[in-house]
């Protein structure tokens, strides 16, 4: 039933919902917009609003909505540099006590905001979703150990696994 279902972002662009870049935007084009899920269960990032003050914002709703700190599911992309929410190599700050952090990506300087990777490694359940070539080498990297945040932000009391299609899975042992 839709009315039991929470949904939260793992990280947003710092731009409006209707501009391209929205993550929120395009699930709510795609999907959001189209099921009944209560308006109140979604807890959008709100990118067009002051990176700091929404940062505190959404930690707070996490904190008043998630008693124990964990997510029941977190689903999460893979990018083709290891990052994942907005969680990017050599900028992730695998200790720290916040929940929600104000990222810049490394090669536009685009600022956003994303879940933490201690928050998002107290999911019980992640995914990682990874899909297309262009996936392939950076899934041959995790396999083989590389020190990336898609690799190494794993379940700490739950599951994790990662799904791809055969083009992104060709270079997997």
Same mark, same amino acid.
């Given at each position: 039933?839709?009315? !039991?279902?929470?949904?939260?972002?793992?990280? @947003?662009?710092?731009?409006?919902?209707?501009?391209?870049?929205? !993550? %929120?935007?395009?699930?709510? /084009?795609?999907? *959001? +917009?189209?099921?009944?899920?209560?308006?109140? !269960?979604?807890?959008?990032?709100?990118? @067009?609003?002051?990176?700091?003050?929404?940062?505190?914002?959404?930690?707070?709703?996490?904190?008043a909505h998630l008693p124990d700190g964990r997510l029941d599911w977190t689903i999460l992309g893979i990018g083709e540099d290891g990052h994942t929410a907005s969680l990017f190599p050599g900028a992730t700050d695998y200790a720290t006590i916040a929940s929600v952090a104000v990222a810049e990506h490394p090669?536009? #300087?685009?600022?956003? *905001?994303?879940?933490?990777?201690?928050?998002?490694?107290?999911?019980?359940?992640?995914?990682?979703?990874?899909?297309?070539? #262009?996936?392939? $080498?950076? *899934?041959?990297?995790?396999? +083989?150990? #590389? $020190? %990336?945040?898609?690799?190494?932000?794993?379940?700490?009391? #739950? !599951?994790?696994?990662?799904?791809?299609?055969?083009?992104?899975?060709? /270079?997997?042992?």
């Amino acid at each position: 039933a839709w009315h !039991n279902l929470h949904l939260w972002w793992g990280d @947003e662009r710092c731009v409006p919902p209707a501009d391209s870049e929205s !993550n %929120y935007g395009e699930a709510a /084009r795609t999907l *959001l +917009d189209h099921v009944p899920v209560p308006p109140e !269960n979604i807890h959008r990032m709100r990118g @067009e609003d002051d990176p700091a003050a929404e940062r505190a914002r959404y930690a707070a709703d996490l904190a008043a909505h998630l008693p124990d700190g964990r997510l029941d599911w977190t689903i999460l992309g893979i990018g083709e540099d290891g990052h994942t929410a907005s969680l990017f190599p050599g900028a992730t700050d695998y200790a720290t006590i916040a929940s929600v952090a104000v990222a810049e990506h490394p090669t536009s #300087g685009q600022t956003r *905001l994303t879940l933490t990777a201690p928050l998002i490694a107290r999911s019980k359940h992640i995914s990682y979703l990874a899909v297309g070539a #262009g996936k392939a $080498d950076i *899934l041959r990297a995790i396999a +083989d150990g #590389g $020190d %990336y945040p898609a690799a190494r932000i794993h379940a700490e009391h #739950g !599951n994790t696994e990662y799904h791809t299609d055969r083009a992104a899975a060709a /270079r997997l042992p």
